[in-house]
């Protein structure tokens, strides 16, 4: 299917494990990205990438880690779970960087217990 | 710092009336804004994108306006629908490297039949 796709949609996890969220574009889009959303704060970004191997934190980077080895590709891993790290996490993508519209993916809501 | 804000945070109108949802920013330097609605538990569905060098843009029964000069943009919803009950959310992207969008905290639309 054509689009922006996240997986898994729903995660439970304990406080210091790792935990990569995925997301898997079709558009071939070179920018991507990844946000948290929360009551209270709205949507931040966390990391951003412009192209494949190219990648830069946003507002909120600590305690995550991204790669981008294909530009359809963009994990954000969870190197060591902490409560305040439960949110909804979704992965947008866009084709330019200000031309352009961001597509949203369907969000995964990931609990740290 | 850009800041968005979106007024009133909750709209409850009876169906087929005309209603406008608000977007103020506090940097008139931004590239684009982008109108995106959010159903419960699900992700961001883009609307409307708006350059900054545009007035207006309109996709069926739905007009987005933006003025930078005095930090604001309206969604007009036309002859309103109980489909049309979810939260809309507004975000300002004024980084022609990053794309970074910066969002509002939302407005929650009910459409009573």
């Known amino acids: 299917d054509a689009g922006i796709t996240q997986s898994p949609r729903y995660k439970i996890t304990e406080t210091g494990r790792q935990v990569t969220l995925m997301c898997h574009q079709t558009w071939s889009h070179s920018y991507m990205f990844w946000y948290r959303q929360d009551l209270g704060h709205g949507l931040r970004l966390i990391y951003y990438s412009a192209a494949a191997d190219i990648t830069d934190k946003g507002e909120v980077p600590d305690g995550y880690v991204v790669s981008r080895s294909k530009t359809e590709n963009f994990p954000l891993t969870l190197e060591s779970a902490t409560r305040s790290q439960t949110s909804v996490y979704f992965c947008?993508?866009?084709?330019?960087?200000?031309?352009?519209?961001?597509?949203f993916g369907q969000g995964t809501r990931l609990t740290v217990v | 710092k850009q800041e968005v804000t979106q007024i009133p945070a909750a709209l409850s109108v009876p169906e087929g009336e005309n209603l406008v949802l608000n977007c103020s920013f506090t940097d008139s330097a931004i590239y684009n804004l982008q109108w995106f609605r959010q159903d419960p538990g699900k992700g961001l569905t883009s609307l409307l994108l708006?350059?900054?060098?545009?007035r207006e843009q309109t996709s069926g029964r739905l007009n987005a306006s933006l003025d930078k000069s005095s930090g604001r943009s309206t969604l007009y919803i036309a002859a309103s629908q109980p489909g049309d009950s979810a939260t809309y959310l507004c975000a300002a992207n004024g980084s022609s490297n990053t794309g970074k969008l910066i969002f509002g905290q939302g407005t929650t639309l009910q459409v009573k039949p």
């Open positions: 708006i350059q900054s060098s545009q």
């Open positions: 947008a993508s866009s084709e330019t960087v200000i031309n352009t519209e961001a597509f």
